[in-house]
């Protein structure tokens, strides 16, 4: 029905005034329209470049944070030859704490990584076992270590390796100096170390830190 017909019978039958006549409706053809994709893409273009900034953020802070933490708190180092076997194995992996000696002194028995300060081998950074402290006297003679002259028990010893002809060089009766520490591998025979006159005692500057745990190959993960 035409909306002019239907006002007509409406006046007719209810009486109404003739001369108002009905608000003109809206179809929905006649509504205007938004193009969703003129306002969503400029949008999620924006999205997307925060989302980008965003990750670039986190990227940046992440590697700034593991190269903190390699520098001055925790560093992986891989073990290279045959002088600690008995407790590691050439390839194990093991994570050094680097803050251990910033907030104690060395103990008896540390697994410590060392720089080579007089630069008597190629390979520069070096494991060994602090075996003697400062103001101790240190000998080493017949696969026996003395400290103080009381013969010490080392229970990390392979007798396999550490055993009559496989003693490696004897240490005559030596003090170790103020602010150094005397070491050694637990491959007495196989172990350049502060016997040896180019390694000698260690001073505490040079001790990058102390070996806690190995970690790689995973069949070998155990603390130290």
């Not at 520098?71 to 290279?80: K, N, P």
């Not at 104690?104 to 060392?114: C, T």
């Not at 720089?115 to 400062?134: M, Q, S, Y």
């Given at each position: ?17 003739a ?43 992440a ?47 540390d697994?410590v ?15 060994k ?35 009559r ?14 602010g ?10 196989a ?34």
């Amino acid at each position: 029905m035409a909306a002019d017909d239907w006002w007509t019978q409406a006046v007719d039958q209810f009486g109404l005034d003739a001369s108002l006549e009905p608000s003109p409706t809206l179809s929905p053809a006649s509504t205007s329209s938004v193009d969703t994709n003129e306002v969503s893409q400029p949008a999620r273009r924006r999205r997307g470049r925060r989302l980008g900034v965003e990750w670039l953020i986190i990227a940046v802070c992440a590697m700034g944070s593991a190269l903190l933490l390699r520098t001055f708190v925790i560093q992986q180092f891989a073990v290279s030859g045959a002088s600690m076997l008995g407790t590691l194995h050439s390839g194990d992996r093991v994570i050094v704490n680097k803050l251990s000696y910033q907030a104690h002194d060395p103990r008896h028995g540390d697994i410590v990584v060392l720089e080579d300060t007089n630069e008597a081998l190629e390979v520069h950074d070096l494991i060994k076992r602090v075996v003697a402290l400062p103001g101790e006297t240190i000998e080493y003679r017949d696969c026996q270590l003395f400290i103080d002259g009381d013969q010490i028990t080392e229970p990390y010893l392979d007798p396999v390796l550490v055993g009559r002809d496989h003693c490696g060089a004897s240490q005559t009766l030596v003090e170790v100096r103020t602010g150094h520490v005397f070491v050694m591998g637990d491959n007495r025979a196989a172990s350049l170390d502060s016997r040896t006159p180019a390694i000698g005692q260690v001073p505490y500057d040079h001790l990058i830190g102390r070996a806690f745990v190995v970690v790689w190959p995973t069949s070998d993960w155990r603390w130290l």
